[in-house]
């Protein structure tokens, strides 16, 4: 079982700064951890995810260049810088936990899952 829990969110204007932090029980050195989030009245989206080992990243186009993922195992936390960020960034971001890193992009495949956090980019 792991127990995840997301904070981080609030409300920044566009091109501000934010970082996410999702912190795990469990056996999260095990897992492979994903962000995802679902805007207004849209559906939920992948976002990024980070391998067990931290050694290997994916993320959505629309957030290359500008989001990183990170993790760090001494303190079961994971992280998601966000920069530059845009008013269609605005979402709910939720973090997720899986087995392996296939599918890392595919909400049916991973198991776990925090409460989210609001994200709130204004013009």
């Known amino acids: 079982q792991v127990r995840l829990v997301e904070s981080g969110g609030g409300l920044v204007q566009a091109g501000g700064s934010l970082r996410l932090s999702c912190a795990a029980s469990?056996?999260?050195?095990?897992?492979?951890m994903g962000w995802f989030r679902r805007a207004p009245e849209k559906e939920r989206e992948f976002v990024a995810a980070?391998?067990?080992?931290?050694?290997?990243?994916s993320y959505t186009d629309s957030v290359k260049g500008r989001f990183t993922i990170s993790r760090d195992g001494g303190k079961n936390t994971m992280y998601l810088q966000m920069n530059s960020l845009k008013p269609e960034d605005t979402a709910v971001y939720y973090c997720a936990a899986k087995d392996g890193y296939s599918d890392y992009d595919a909400q049916h495949a991973y198991d776990y899952w925090g409460q989210g956090t609001q994200v709130t980019v204004s013009s």
């Open positions: 980070i391998s067990w080992s931290g050694y290997s990243t």
């Open positions: 469990g056996r999260f050195s095990a897992y492979t």
